[in-house]
């Protein structure tokens, strides 16, 4: 079992930055791949991205490559989101998954919300 506590939400104004951190509780941390996912309100879940047990693969979407950086640090149990030039459409709830196989994500947390301001 893997317990994921997301933070560091907030509002901000179109260009700014947003550090998200996602703490998990549970053993073997480093053993299961994380990522990021948000929903907007009335939109399916996207995939925001994602990182390999070790931090050595990361992978996104062309719609925030460039201006999102996920990393890991495994001895704190914590996966973070550094978001930059934030736009009004990235706002959304951005959850934290954990997950042992490539695009399999059992655990979930229970969300941050984001709100970018034009």
Same mark, same amino acid.
């Given at each position: 079992?893997?317990?994921?506590?997301?933070?560091?939400?907030?509002?901000?104004?179109?260009?700014?930055?947003?550090?998200?951190?996602?703490?998990?509780?549970?053993?073997?941390?480093?053993?299961?791949?994380?990522?990021?996912?948000?929903?907007?309100?009335?939109?399916?879940?996207?995939? $925001?991205? %994602?990182?390999?047990?070790? @931090?050595?693969? #990361?992978?996104?979407?062309? &719609?925030?490559?460039?201006?999102?950086?996920?990393?890991?640090?495994?001895?704190?149990?914590?996966?973070?989101?550094?978001?930059?030039?934030?736009?009004?459409?990235?706002?959304?709830?951005?959850?934290?998954?954990?997950?042992?196989? $490539?695009? %399999?994500?059992?655990?979930? @947390?229970?969300? #941050?919300?984001?709100?970018? &301001?034009?």
């Amino acid at each position: 079992q893997v317990q994921l506590v997301e933070s560091g939400g907030g509002l901000v104004q179109a260009g700014g930055s947003l550090r998200l951190s996602c703490a998990a509780s549970g053993r073997s941390f480093s053993t299961y791949r994380m990522a990021w996912f948000r929903q907007g309100t009335g939109k399916e879940r996207e995939f $925001v991205a %994602s990182i390999s047990g070790s @931090g050595g693969f #990361t992978n996104y979407p062309d &719609s925030v490559k460039g201006r999102v950086t996920i990393s890991r640090d495994n001895a704190k149990n914590t996966v973070y989101l550094q978001m930059n030039s934030l736009k009004p459409e990235d706002t959304a709830v951005y959850y934290c998954a954990a997950g042992l196989g $490539v695009g %399999s994500y059992a655990y979930w @947390g229970q969300g #941050t919300q984001v709100t970018v &301001s034009s």
